[in-house]
């Protein structure tokens, strides 16, 4: 089984500081997405990147796709209470279409 | 929005009964998972669908689980015989193509 580790497993902060989660693997991925997760729901969507180097912003959040496609990170900036949640990084690995979803970050922003 | 839906969203049956879950995927989309999510393993493929044909279900204890898509607004997932360590959140997701996906609320599966 491929794995798709992510970093760190738990992140509490205080509300207006920035944090980056990780995204790690041996193998290389054709695209890769973010998902975040509340309590008691399923994971909803945050961004897909397809190209190595690519970098998207979706507001506070900045989504990096390695060069070599084997990593991701996402930066938030100045957290606030609403993105508490669990993120989750998924992908297709290369000559594989099955979607492989990582470990997870947890994350707690504190008011 | 267009949205998943999963039923029930919580479940408490006893060890040797039969479990089914229903998911109803979004209109259009061709390809439909099914997922299980526990705190040791996090999110593990069990099966997925494409055009309701079944594409790869090796994710799944074969014995006992069995997953369909009787028409293109229904797949289900059973278990039978549920056992203790099948307790877990059940995920239904769809997706069009390999775009990104749209995961339902769950069903909270408890066996004692």
């Known amino acids: 089984t491929q794995l798709l580790k992510q970093s760190p497993q738990f992140l509490s902060i205080q509300e207006g500081e920035n944090l980056t989660v990780y995204c790690n693997s041996s193998s290389v991925f054709s695209s890769l997405q973010w998902y975040r997760q509340e309590p008691g729901e399923g994971p909803v969507l945050l961004v897909t990147?397809?190209?190595?180097?690519e970098v998207k912003k979706l507001k506070r959040l900045t989504f990096q796709f390695g060069d070599a496609r084997k990593d991701s990170s996402l930066h938030i900036t100045a957290a606030q209470p609403g993105d508490t949640g669990l993120y989750l990084c998924a992908g297709p690995y290369f000559g594989n279409e099955k979607l492989t979803f990582g470990t997870g970050t947890r994350l707690t922003i504190i008011p | 929005d267009a949205r998943v839906t999963q039923t029930p969203r919580h479940k408490v049956t006893e060890m040797g009964q039969e479990v089914t879950m229903r998911c109803q995927p979004i209109l259009g989309h061709n390809t439909v998972f099914w997922y299980r999510q526990t705190m040791m393993q996090g999110l593990e493929l069990l099966a997925y669908f494409r055009n309701r044909a079944p594409l790869d279900d090796s994710g799944m204890p074969k014995d006992r689980f069995s997953a369909e898509m009787p028409d293109a607004t229904l797949a289900t997932l059973k278990i039978q015989p549920s056992e203790p360590r099948d307790s877990a959140v059940y995920f239904c997701?769809?997706?069009?193509?390999?775009?990104?996906?749209?995961f339902g609320s769950g069903t909270r599966l408890t066996v004692v």
């Open positions: 997701a769809s997706a069009l193509g390999w775009n990104g996906y749209t």
């Open positions: 990147v397809v190209t190595g180097g």
